[in-house]
């Protein structure tokens, strides 16, 4: 039984890995928090970092403290560039 479960739980895990490299972790921030602070010039030099470049296979990594708003902002950046993170 446990072999079964464990089998389910790997394909799931999958199946969610699978669509979210074809449809990319979309955020669905619809509107922002009274406290939220626009950081559009953050936004404005992200959005490049999203856009693919023919020539080049790096990754853009963004990193800082737990909880200053980096995954809002580069799926702001994202909604704007239309493409999924």
């Not at 464990?6 to 509107?31: D, M, P």
């Amino acid at each position: 039984m446990d072999l079964i479960i464990t089998e389910c739980r790997r394909r799931y895990n999958e199946h969610v890995l699978f669509n979210t490299f074809l449809t990319g972790s979309k955020n669905t921030l619809r509107k922002p928090p009274s406290n939220f602070i626009s950081r559009e010039e953050i936004v404005n030099k992200i959005k490049p970092m999203l856009t693919p470049q023919p020539d080049s296979s790096f990754y853009q990594v963004i990193s800082g403290s737990h909880g200053v708003g980096k995954s809002t902002i580069v799926s702001q950046a994202a909604r704007e560039v239309g493409r999924g993170v």
